[in-house]
């Protein structure tokens, strides 16, 4: 049974207004959900439901087209103030605010759990991430260098200049409703931006709660809020951002099917885009992987956060010599799976996030029947749920009779905890169905055959952003550039040379000698 939890409107559970309270929001009949250096809000009212429980946790007030034209306003303004402020000291707020997230990071990993329905272990993990891209853009404050290029001009030399580049807008899908955000904050902030965020309608308090965070050190420093601004809304707030030219880059987390909305948008006014969508990732199970190893990460990857990670393990390929005994005991793993409240420590399957979620959950479970595939396990809601409102359903394992990875159930990525699998004989075989689908986030190798990691990471290997050996498809760490190829959109946040997409980059070819020659020695003397 969940502590303090009670029905829809029957006023808040003290478990859901002691973790609000603790982040400033205490008043949640109708929560402000526009900043701009000012709250405010005047538009529709959105709820924010709890996935456990099923009770109204607020209801926030979005932004009307006016007042985000102004928030789009404020923004600007504060970019052309923040641009002119040295890097290194951008570096130090983004120190003062990972020192502010480290000082609630329980409290908004409790949030999250609260309003995204993760367990709290990853909900605190979010929160770690930001305290760590935030580490790793302090040290980035001091390091966003460019270049000097040999010109072949004599007294001539070539710089390529990295400034801000304007306005930044954040769109982030429900599934981290605080990581996502963090990673763009941090790299953007530092690189002399002004951010403006629309998080997803559905975990509008996370936004909310990290916006009071990061403007309460913004304010202390004298540095405009609208630096790191926020516009909560669905749709209609989301799509006229991503048309507005005051808007220099858009960074979109979120699925295949806006991704493609958003990146035409944004290409037809000829603004910049980084788009992070789906994923369809599989895992591959080599005869020599090592099992005790390989099973439980299968698992992770699969059950954990609910199957709702874009890096969740949706395809599980085994080779036959090892593929009874896996499965034997991923199954021992499943049956051990209890649905519990996300916040309650030993819980490892919290609900999913929405009843659209579980929809799209049974959905896919209806056509794997159409289809005759075998479901291992799973496949239904649970017959007792921890409570009845929750979002819970149970993690499911299938094998379908087609292996062609171009059918529709391999072949589209499915929002929830089902698991495909199917049985190869040779490395190339399971390379070839890795790399068939649309989508190119998150991949993962178990072998520890040096000959089978060769072919996987090199040419011929798989064609996925994340392509791992010996270590699941699921979360990843800051320092390397996060992102997946084709459908998933090409883009790269976080770490390695992400920065660069962030700054406008110059080529300045300074003359300092006494003649002015053309390039390629091209002549044009009258
Ligand atoms: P979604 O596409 O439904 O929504 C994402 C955001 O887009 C939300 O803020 C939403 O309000 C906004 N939006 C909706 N329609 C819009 C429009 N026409 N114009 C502009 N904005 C619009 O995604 P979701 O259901 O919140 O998130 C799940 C998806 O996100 C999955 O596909 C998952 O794989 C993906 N995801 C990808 C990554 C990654 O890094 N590749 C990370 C997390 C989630």
Same mark, same amino acid.
């Given at each position: 049974?969940?502590?303090?939890?009670?029905?829809?409107?029957?006023?808040?559970?003290?478990?859901?207004?002691?973790?609000?309270?603790?982040?400033?929001?205490?008043?949640?009949?109708?929560?402000?959900?526009?900043?701009?250096?000012?709250?405010?809000?005047?538009?529709?009212?959105?709820?924010?439901?709890?996935?456990?429980?099923?009770?109204?946790?607020?209801?926030?007030?979005?932004?009307?087209?006016?007042?985000?034209?102004?928030?789009?306003?404020?923004?600007?303004?504060?970019?052309?103030?923040?641009?002119?402020?040295?890097?290194?000291?951008?570096?130090?707020?983004?120190?003062?605010?990972?020192?502010?997230?480290?000082?609630?990071?329980?409290?908004?990993?409790?949030?999250?759990?609260?309003?995204?329905?993760?367990?709290?272990?990853?909900?605190?993990?979010?929160?770690?991430?930001?305290?760590?891209?935030?580490?790793?853009?302090?040290?980035?404050?001091?390091?966003?260098?460019?270049?000097?290029?040999?010109?072949?001009?004599?007294?001539?030399?070539?710089?390529?200049?990295?400034?801000?580049?304007?306005?930044?807008?954040?769109?982030?899908?429900?599934?981290?409703?605080?990581?996502?955000?963090?990673?763009?904050?941090?790299?953007?902030?530092?690189?002399?931006?002004? $951010?403006?965020?629309?998080?997803?309608?559905?975990?509008?308090?996370?936004?909310?709660?990290?916006?009071?965070?990061?403007?309460?050190?913004?304010?202390?420093?004298?540095?405009?809020?609208?630096?790191?601004?926020?516009?909560?809304?669905?749709?209609?707030?989301?799509?006229?951002?991503?048309?507005?030219?005051?808007?220099?880059?858009?960074?979109?987390?979120?699925?295949?099917?806006?991704?493609?909305?958003?990146?035409?948008?944004?290409?037809?006014?000829?603004?910049?885009?980084?788009?992070?969508?789906?994923?369809?990732?599989?895992?591959?199970?080599?005869?020599?992987?090592?099992?005790?190893?390989?099973?439980?990460?299968?698992?992770?990857?699969?059950?954990?956060?609910?199957?709702?990670?874009?890096?969740?393990?949706?395809?599980?390929?085994?080779?036959?010599?090892?593929?009874?005994?896996?499965?034997?005991?991923?199954?021992?793993?499943?049956?051990?799976?209890?649905?519990?409240?996300?916040?309650?420590?030993?819980?490892?399957?919290?609900?999913?996030?929405?009843?659209?979620?579980?929809?799209?959950?049974?959905?896919?479970?209806?056509?794997?029947?159409?289809?005759?595939?075998?479901?291992?396990?799973?496949?239904?809601?649970?017959?007792?749920?921890?409570?009845?409102?929750?979002?819970?359903?149970?993690?499911?394992?299938?094998?379908?009779?087609?292996?062609?990875?171009?059918?529709?159930?391999?072949?589209?990525?499915?929002?929830?905890?089902?698991?495909? $699998?199917?049985?190869?004989?040779?490395?190339?075989?399971?390379?070839?169905?890795?790399?068939?689908?649309?989508?190119?986030?998150?991949?993962?190798?178990?072998?520890?055959?040096?000959?089978?990691?060769?072919?996987?990471?090199?040419?011929?290997?798989?064609?996925?952003?994340?392509?791992?050996?010996?270590?699941?498809?699921?979360?990843?760490?800051?320092?390397?550039?996060?992102?997946?190829?084709?459908?998933?959109?090409?883009?790269?946040?976080?770490?390695?040379?992400?920065?660069?997409?962030?700054?406008?980059?110059?080529?300045? $070819?300074?003359?300092?000698?006494?003649?002015?020659?053309?390039?390629?020695?091209?002549?044009?003397?009258?």
């Amino acid at each position: 049974a969940l502590r303090g939890a009670r029905p829809v409107g029957r006023g808040l559970s003290t478990r859901a207004s002691d973790i609000l309270t603790s982040l400033g929001i205490s008043s949640t009949a109708e929560v402000s959900g526009v900043y701009d250096g000012k709250w405010g809000g005047s538009g529709e009212l959105m709820q924010s439901i709890c996935p456990t429980t099923g009770e109204v946790l607020a209801r926030v007030k979005t932004a009307t087209p006016q007042e985000l034209h102004e928030a789009l306003e404020k923004t600007r303004e504060a970019y052309v103030f923040f641009r002119n402020i040295p890097a290194p000291r951008r570096g130090e707020l983004l120190r003062q605010i990972r020192e502010a997230l480290g000082a609630k990071r329980e409290e908004l990993g409790a949030l999250v759990s609260l309003e995204m329905g993760k367990i709290k272990t990853e909900g605190v993990g979010e929160v770690q991430e930001f305290v760590d891209i935030c580490d790793y853009a302090v040290g980035l404050s001091r390091m966003m260098n460019g270049r000097v290029v040999a010109s072949e001009r004599p007294g001539h030399s070539i710089l390529e200049v990295p400034n801000p580049l304007g306005v930044v807008a954040v769109l982030s899908a429900f599934n981290f409703p605080v990581a996502v955000y963090g990673w763009n904050l941090a790299l953007s902030m530092a690189a002399g931006n002004a $951010t403006i965020w629309k998080p997803s309608p559905t975990t509008p308090l996370c936004s909310i709660a990290v916006t009071k965070i990061v403007s309460g050190v913004l304010e202390r420093n004298g540095i405009p809020g609208a630096v790191a601004g926020l516009v909560t809304g669905g749709k209609d707030v989301g799509s006229a951002v991503v048309e507005s030219k005051d808007v220099d880059l858009v960074s979109f987390t979120g699925s295949e099917h806006v991704g493609r909305i958003v990146g035409k948008t944004v290409m037809s006014r000829f603004g910049k885009v980084i788009l992070e969508l789906g994923g369809n990732n599989a895992s591959v199970i080599m005869p020599d992987a090592d099992l005790s190893l390989a099973v439980p990460a299968v698992f992770f990857g699969a059950v954990g956060t609910a199957g709702q990670r874009c890096t969740s393990t949706r395809r599980l390929y085994l080779h036959r010599q090892i593929a009874d005994e896996f499965m034997g005991r991923l199954k021992k793993l499943y049956a051990s799976v209890v649905p519990g409240d996300p916040l309650d420590s030993a819980t490892l399957l919290g609900p999913m996030h929405t009843k659209d979620a579980v929809g799209v959950y049974h959905n896919a479970i209806k056509h794997l029947k159409e289809i005759d595939a075998e479901i291992v396990t799973g496949g239904k809601n649970y017959d007792q749920s921890p409570l009845d409102a929750g979002n819970f359903v149970q993690p499911t394992i299938a094998i379908p009779k087609s292996v062609n990875p171009t059918d529709q159930i391999w072949s589209t990525e499915t929002f929830a905890p089902i698991l495909n $699998t199917a049985v190869f004989d040779d490395l190339e075989e399971a390379i070839g169905w890795n790399n068939a689908v649309p989508q190119g986030l998150s991949s993962s190798i178990w072998t520890r055959d040096l000959r089978n990691v060769g072919k996987w990471i090199g040419p011929s290997g798989s064609d996925a952003g994340i392509v791992n050996v010996n270590v699941g498809t699921s979360g990843a760490e800051i320092g390397a550039a996060f992102g997946g190829n084709k459908s998933t959109g090409w883009g790269r946040e976080s770490g390695g040379d992400a920065w660069k997409e962030y700054v406008r980059w110059s080529a300045c $070819t300074i003359n300092f000698s006494d003649a002015a020659p053309l390039a390629q020695g091209v002549s044009f003397a009258t």
